[in-house]
Nanobody
């Protein structure tokens, strides 16, 4: 059974940087596309970033391009999300998930394609 666990979220100040981590067991990050989503109170869940199964293709939410970098460590079976120049609007629960539906080695921004995920990690950016 696949298990996913996110970590790294905390309270930070505007302008600071932070790296979120996502450790997975039961499935290799090298075999499937991996994505980060986020959900803020009162807002719909949105896709943040994704990396393809072969690691060659990365995709980012347009509003986050230039501030966010997704990466993975196959040896540690861990996914990362480096976030720079954090803003209060980045405050959200960040959720990591492997793509389990459709063409699983390609990225998708649709939450319906991801059926296994962790509890998330809370990032709060204070102004």
């Amino acid at each position: 059974q696949t298990q996913v666990e996110e970590s790294g979220g905390e309270l930070v100040q505007t302008g600071e940087s932070l790296r979120l981590s996502c450790t997975m067991s039961g499935l290799s990050v090298a075999n499937v596309a991996m994505a980060w989503f986020r959900q803020s109170k009162g807002k719909e869940r949105e896709a943040v970033s994704c990396i393809s199964g072969n690691g060659r293709i990365t995709d980012y939410q347009d509003s986050l391009k230039g501030r966010v970098t997704i990466s993975r460590d196959k040896a540690k079976n861990t996914l990362y999300l480096q976030m720079n120049n954090l803003q209060p609007e980045d405050t959200a629960m960040y959720i990591c998930a492997p793509r389990t539906q459709g063409t699983t080695f390609l990225c998708s921004g649709s939450w319906s394609q991801y059926t296994q995920y962790g509890r998330g990690t809370q990032l709060t950016v204070s102004s």
